[in-house]
C-alpha cells in the first residue's frame, strides 16, 4: 500500500502559521499569561527567552543575556550546537520513536558507545534524572534481593543528607529540604540519612540489609557541595568491603561539568552504576539512563521496568552525538582550564562582597554577604547586567554555564556579579 504524501509547507507558509499562531506578546505580558494556567511549582527570574544560541540566550524584547547556568548543566555543550543540532534533524527525518515494543537502529550503538564511555557494562535508557534515580533504586533493590540475599523487603539504601536526586515522591522520602517534603507523605521507607562527606557516619549506616549508597559525587542543589579528597574513594572501599552497592548519581556533574568526563574520576573510582542525564540529551530532548556492572542490570527481565519513550530513536541519535563530543576530550579540557579562570576571578572577589566559594571546573556555589541580598536579589540584579544565574539556598547562586564559554566572556560575567555586588542593593 503506497504511505499518503504530506505536502510540505515553504518556510513562509510556516512562518505565517506560527505569526497567526502566536502572534508577539511582550515579557510582561507573556508572565501575566503564565499567571492563570501553569501551576506554581516554579518561580522564574522575570525573562522571557525567544532564541538562544551558543552562550547566549535573547527575550522576546531582543535583549540578550550570558548565560551562566545552562540549564543546571542539561546545556553543557550549550545552545543549539551544531553537531547536536544536525544529528537530531537527520534522525527526524528518518524515525524518532517506536516504542521499546520493536527494536530501533540507533539504540545498540548508543548503548555500547556510552558503556564504553563510562567504564561500565550496560545500559538502562530512561528520559528524564528523576526517572534514572528511580530506576537505580529498584535495580539496587532486585539486586540485594536476587544477589546479596537480602530477605525480601528489607533491603534499605543509605543517602546523604542535604541531598538532591529529584522531586518524585520516593525521591522526596529521603530528602532533607522541608520544602520538598512538606505535604507530599506518607513517605516510602527504606532509606538511611547520613551526613555528607562523613565515612564514619557512612559506615556506622551500613549493615547486612543495605542494597547500595547513593550519593553525588558533588552536591549540586546544596551549593555545588565538593566533597574532602578521599571521601569518593572511602565510599568505593566501604561498599566493598560491605556488599552493597555504591549508586553515583551524575546527572549534574556528569559529562564534562567537572573537568573529568564523570566527577567520580577526580578520584580514579569506578561506581557500580552510574545515573547520567541533563547533559546526555544536548539540551535538545530529555535523556537519561542507568549504567552499571552487568552483574547489576542483569537483573532485570521483561516486564519488570520500562518506559515508552526510554531509549527512543531520536534520543539515542542526540545521545550518540553527545558522546562523540565527550570522546575527543575538548569540553573536560576546557572545563579543566576556564575553571581555573572562575576560580581566580571568586577569590579576587572573597572580602568583596563574597564570603565564600566552592567549586570544580566550570561549576561554582558562591556564598554571598547576606547583608547584600538573598540569592534571589543578586540573581535578579546580576540579570539587569545582562547574566542569568539562579539562586539556591539563602545567598548562594550557582555558576554553571556552557563548557562552550569563552575566556572573555566568563571574564565578563564575573566583572558584572562584581558590579552588582559593589553596588549592591
Aim: charged fraction near 20%.
Amino acid at each position: 500500500m503506497t504511505a499518503p504524501v504530506v505536502p510540505a509547507r515553504s518556510p513562509e507558509a510556516a512562518a505565517a502559521v506560527v505569526s497567526e499562531t502566536a502572534p508577539a506578546r511582550s515579557s510582561a505580558e507573556l508572565i501575566r499569561a503564565e499567571e492563570p494556567v501553569l501551576a506554581h511549582n516554579y518561580h522564574p527570574l522575570p525573562v522571557v527567552v525567544a532564541r538562544a544560541e551558543g552562550t547566549w540566550v535573547e527575550d522576546v524584547e531582543g535583549r540578550r543575556y550570558l548565560d551562566m547556568l545552562a540549564g543546571y548543566s542539561a546545556l553543557n555543550f550549550g545552545h543549539r550546537h551544531p553537531r547536536l543540532i544536525e544529528a537530531a534533524h537527520r534522525q527526524l527525518d528518518r524515525l524518532t520513536l517506536t516504542s521499546r515494543a520493536f527494536h530501533n537502529d540507533r539504540l545498540a550503538g548508543f548503548a555500547e558507545r556510552l558503556a564504553q564511555l563510562t567504564g561500565l557494562d550496560m545500559v538502562l535508557p530512561m528520559n528524564t534524572g528523576a526517572e534514572a534515580v528511580e530506576s537505580g533504586i529498584k535495580v539496587a533493590r532486585k539486586w540485594a534481593y536476587e544477589v546479596k540475599g537480602v530477605p525480601a523487603d528489607r533491603a534499605t539504601i543509605v543517602v546523604a543528607a542535604e541531598n538532591f536526586h529529584g522531586r518524585t515522591t520516593t525521591i522526596v522520602s529521603f530528602s532533607t529540604d522541608e520544602t520538598a517534603r512538606t505535604g507530599f507523605g506518607p513517605f516510602a521507607p527504606g532509606f538511611r540519612i547520613v551526613p555528607y562527606n562523613d565515612l564514619a557516619a557512612l559506615q556506622a549506616a551500613v549493615d547486612e540489609t543495605t542494597a547500595a549508597v547513593l550519593i553525588e559525587p558533588i552536591q549540586g542543589e546544596a551549593g555545588v557541595v565538593v566533597p574532602d579528597d578521599g571521601y569518593l574513594a572511602g565510599v568505593r572501599e566501604l561498599t566493598r568491603r560491605a556488599n552493597c552497592l555504591f549508586v553515583a548519581d551524575e546527572i549534574q556533574s556528569g559529562l564534562g561539568r567537572t573537568g573529568r568526563t564523570l566527577a567520580v574520576e577526580h578520584e580514579g573510582v569506578v561506581p557500580d552504576v552510574v545515573l547520567l542525564g541533563k547533559a546526555l540529551g544536548g539540551g535538545i530532548v530529555p535523556v537519561s539512563a542507568v549504567v552499571g556492572r552487568r552483574e547489576v542490570l542483569s537483573v532485570l527481565r521483561p516486564g519488570e521496568h520500562g518506559s515508552t519513550f526510554g531509549g527512543n530513536p531520536l534520543a539515542a541519535a542526540v545521545g550518540t552525538a553527545v558522546v562523540d563530543l565527550l570522546e575527543t576530550g575538548e569540553f573536560q579540557r576546557r572545563a579543566t582550564e576556564l575553571g581555573a579562570v572562575l576560580r581566580d576571578g571568586l577569590t579576587a572577589l572573597v572580602g568583596k562582597g563574597v564570603v565564600g566559594f566552592r567549586s570544580r571546573g566550570l561549576w561554582a556555589g558562591v556564598d554571598i554577604d547576606p547583608a547584600l541580598g538573598s540569592g534571589r536579589e543578586v540573581s535578579e540584579r546580576l540579570m539587569r547586567e545582562g547574566v542569568l544565574v539562579k539562586d539556591t539556598h539563602g545567598s548562594t547562586v550557582r555558576l554553571a554555564p556552557p563548557l562552550t564559554i569563552t575566556a572573555e566572556e566568563l571574564g565578563s560575567a564575573l566583572a558584572a556579579l562584581e558590579r552588582v555586588l559593589t553596588r549592591g542593593a
